[in-house]
């Protein structure tokens, strides 16, 4: 494989800039052309001249953003071309409902930006796809060898079991709204779990675009709709900020629990008074982003954000070239 | 195993004491002898593997994960014991069969410094994520999940529906796995039998007295001491001097020990002779003197010499193999007055009673006490038995001037400028009830000084040894230290969720000996609100 020279594509601290063709990806900052990852509060803002995204995350900032001026559709294996002899490719990222990697062809160079990924099967999105390149633009987000997330059948059978313990409580899960919600919700049905799920007021919209772009996610009440006797047994899914604040106290006895890859550390978990850690990630795991770079084997990694250091440290262990970019303002969101 | 590992795990999650007490019951009941004994022991720091120690578990650790990969994760996750729990490779192949509690413990207690670099890595192949944190965290010592002796016992007396008085008997003569304890508690065997051993007696505890005035005909008098309370054991050959907490201590004042050799259980007040000689029965030093001696394990004969020991005793529980606890107080302390003569004079002392005709006169004599060595009033009824614990109306303690209350270190922050590098700013609760019945702390005070250069080397060391969790500059304790809180005056304040505050609190003491369960209760420091 060659070895890049890539003058022709930037990091700078408020996101990725493609030099020729004058456009960035997930910047924090408006510019007049974005091409934006996924719709994460972090990747995607609004007031960009141009927004290029998949329909799904076109959707999803215009629900939150009402950012319909300026919105480009990309499908996912779509190639266009971005102007200054720069081609992008959309590809799926399997992180949340629409996530796509972004792979930029230019004098023969290939460069894959992945924006956040996992690698799991996900029954609310398209799974990964493994793509040849010459740099690879990661995340790190769980770069760390103690961030293994178990399979989700496992953490989804925990809070199944607790609930079938607590006949009197009801189980309430923190979710983030855009992706973690919805799958804790498709994955419990997955598990044949087919009672109605309560949901906080501010995961609904999200919730019905999500039915409305094709993902079914079975029968969903909200919580301000209930009786309190209803909410027995139940399992409710708010945002984690709603946690602990005063909302909670409608519930039955909640039992607190929590979906999120930073659940694997106890500190974590007890930081947030969590009784029930769910260890249910959207992000790759240490073994799926060392395994990622392993798959690609692109002349260079670069990280973008997350834990770098430890992802460098292994590169650097293998020999593979490696270098952070030092993003800010990403990681707020999404876990 | 699996049980274990689950409980703790729970126990981590669970930051109420009452949620805690709920998950040990149910695993004492479910889960068979001897397992639940050793995890009972494990719970409470009664286990030591001398040969396994934190360094070694590191080091099998970098043997296989990259150091600088180590050193990255142990910063994020915070705990050794977790770090290495998680990095910690699976086995190639399928793993062997996982170990019971029983197993485990027999396998960790058979290491020897030597052996542990290969039977450790064994032991951890067998276990998944969880398991290997229990066992480190059992191998090391290093529980800290916030689960008291206190609590342990009040769950194991909760699980089987015996007194909690009985278990704090029978436990100390016992050792872990505790087959007699669960024995006589869970299959109904005859209680464990105390004769031939020193075993401890719990105390019995005085309320504070408030606002409420006794008969001297019902009520006898004595000095509150300025010294630690402990209780003298003979039986079996053996002397053990226990403290307030059931901790023995009969090392640390060996003299003490040497000085009581024929079948007996004494109540009394440690003290030290010193040069605060003075008040009516003379030779007590201030507890200054008696701290030099406190918390050593070795007594050089220097300190024996500069700092000699003795007791004052108020209370007899046994003589000569004759229990008095259920005889009244007057008719004990007959018996007390008459052993006295039988006991070296240098060891100990007789408490003496105040000779008030009454109540006023009896405030009149407290308020003109001077003496460094005393905290106060103690008025015990005349016919009370001698009954573990604090019973209503049978013992009074009526503290001097300035307030003070008992409160548990809940949370400390480090301080400014040269103290910069200590955790010196403390809060400190008290409880919202009876601790034993799932009451909670709530914090009370913040308070920043009052203690000495040494006491707060001590404290930032407690801190750190005993954080449990932390918020950012702030570290959250495992709740198990008290202070003697000084201040000037307590007031309603809604802003608390106690619902008090005090006024120019400091600590005035650190009470090493006192266990937390015993600290104060909100109830007594509102009581104690004058405007
Ligand atoms: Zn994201
Ligand atoms: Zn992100």
């Known amino acids: 494989m060659m070895t890049a020279s890539l003058s022709w594509i930037r990091a700078e601290p408020w996101g990725i800039h493609v030099v020729p063709a004058d456009c960035w990806i997930d910047p924090a900052r408006p510019v007049e052309r974005a091409l934006i990852t996924h719709g994460h509060a972090d990747h995607a803002r609004g007031g960009h001249g141009e927004t290029v995204a998949t329909p799904e995350t076109l959707a999803i900032m215009d629900l939150r953003y009402n950012t319909r001026d300026g919105a480009v559709a990309a499908h996912y294996g779509e190639t266009m071309a971005l102007g200054g002899g720069v081609s992008a490719t959309w590809l799926p990222a399997g992180h949340v409902l629409g996530s796509a990697q972004i792979l930029l062809e230019h004098v023969g160079e290939r460069v894959v930006v992945t924006g956040d990924f996992k690698r799991r099967p996900d029954p609310t999105c398209a799974p990964f796809a493994v793509t040849p390149c010459d740099v690879l633009i990661t995340e790190a987000t769980f770069g760390l060898p103690v961030f293994l997330h178990p399979p989700v059948e496992e953490e989804v059978g925990k809070l199944l079991i607790a609930r079938d313990a607590n006949p009197d409580r009801c189980v309430l899960v923190g979710a983030y709204a855009l992706g973690k919600a919805q799958r804790v919700i498709a994955e419990l049905r997955r598990a044949g779990y087919h009672d109605p799920i309560w949901l906080h007021g501010a995961l609904e919209r999200m919730c019905r675009l999500y039915e409305e772009l094709g993902v079914e996610l079975g029968e969903l009440r909200l919580v301000a709709d209930a009786r309190k006797d209803e909410l027995r047994g139940a399992v409710v899914l708010c945002p984690p900020s709603a946690l602990s604040d005063r909302w909670s106290r409608r519930l039955p006895d909640p039992l607190t629990a929590m979906a999120s890859g930073w659940m694997r550390v106890r500190q974590r978990a007890r930081q947030r008074g969590v ?27 670069w990280v973008t954000h997350g834990r770098e250091e430890a992802l460098l440290r292994w590169c650097q262990l293998r020999q593979r070239q490696a270098r952070a970019l030092a993003l800010v303002g990403y990681e707020d969101e999404d876990d | 195993m699996r049980a274990f590992s689950a409980l ?51 080091n099998l650790m970098t043997e296989r994960v990259d150091p600088v990969l180590y050193a990255l994760s142990r910063d994020y996750v915070g705990d050794s014991a977790e770090t290495v729990s998680l990095l910690w490779p699976e086995p190639v192949g399928p793993r062997e069969a996982e170990p019971g509690l029983d197993e485990t413990v027999r396998i960790l207690a058979a290491m020897t410094r030597a052996s542990v670099a290969p039977d450790l890595p064994r032991l951890l192949d067998r276990l998944d ?112 001097l226990y403290s307030r907490s059931g901790d023995n201590i009969s090392h640390t004042f060996p003299e003490i020990a040497a000085a009581l050799d024929f079948p007996a259980v004494l109540d009394g007040e440690l003290l030290v002779r010193g040069a605060h000689q003075g008040g009516e029965q003379g030779g007590a030093a201030s507890f200054n003197a008696l701290q030099q001696r406190l918390g050593r394990k070795a007594v050089s004969k220097a300190m024996l010499a500069d700092y000699p020991a003795f007791v004052r005793l108020y209370d007899a529980l046994i003589i000569g193999g004759e229990d008095l606890r259920a005889l009244p107080w007057s008719a004990r302390r007959e018996r007390l007055e008459a052993l006295i003569e039988e006991l070296d004079p240098q060891r100990f002392d007789l408490s003496g009673l105040i000779p008030a005709e009454d109540f006023a006169q009896l405030s009149e004599i407290r308020a003109g006490a001077r003496d460094e060595a005393i905290e106060g009033v103690m008025l015990k009824r005349r016919d009370s038995p001698y009954v573990a614990g604090r019973r209503t109306g049978l013992w009074y303690k009526w503290k001097r001037d300035p307030l003070l209350v008992d409160c548990v270190l809940m949370y400390a922050q480090r301080g400014s400028g040269k103290r910069s590098s200590f955790y010196s700013d403390y809060t400190f609760g008290c409880w919202d009830g009876d601790p034993d019945a799932g009451a909670e702390l709530l914090p009370v005070g913040k308070a920043y000084f009052g203690f000495t250069d040494e006491e707060l080397k001590f404290l930032d060391r407690h801190v750190r040894n005993h954080t449990v969790n932390r918020f950012g500059p702030v570290r959250e304790t495992d709740k198990s230290l008290v202070f003697e809180v000084a201040f000037d005056s307590v007031h309603e304040n809604k802003r608390h969720k106690s619902g008090l505050a005090m006024r120019f609190p400091r600590i005035n003491r650190i009470r090493e000996d006192k266990p937390a369960h015993e600290a104060d209760r909100i109830e007594s420091l509102r009581s104690l609100i004058r405007d």
């Open chain 1, 275 to 301: 009784e029930l850690p769910l260890i249910i990630s959207d992000h790759a795991d240490w073994q799926e982003l060392t395994q990622t770079i392993e798959d690609i084997d692109p002349a260079q990694t």
């Open chain 2, 129 to 240: 994520a969880n398991g290997r944190y229990a066992v480190i965290k059992l191998a090391t010592g290093a529980m800290r999940i916030g689960v008291s002796a206190r609590l342990a016992k009040v769950a194991f007396a909760q699980a089987f529906a015996v007194p909690v008085e009985d278990v704090e008997e029978y436990w100390h003569g016992q050792s872990p796995p505790y087959a007699a304890l669960f024995a006589w508690a869970a299959h109904g065997a005859p209680a464990p039998s105390g004769e031939l051993v020193p075993l401890f007696r719990p105390f019995m505890l005085a309320h504070p007295l408030e606002d409420i005035a006794v008969d001297l005909a019902d009520y006898a008098a004595e000095w509150k001491w300025d010294g630690i309370r402990v209780q003298l054991v003979h039986a079996g050959g053996e002397t053990r």
């Open chain 2, 8 to 58: 703790i795990d729970r126990l981590v999650y669970t930051a109420s004491r009452n949620g805690k007490l709920e998950l040990i019951v149910d695993y004492l009941r479910t889960t068979p002898d001897p397992d639940r004994g050793w995890a009972v022991a494990a719970l409470t720091g009664a286990l030591d593997f001398p040969a396994v120690k934190s360094a070694s578990i590191r």
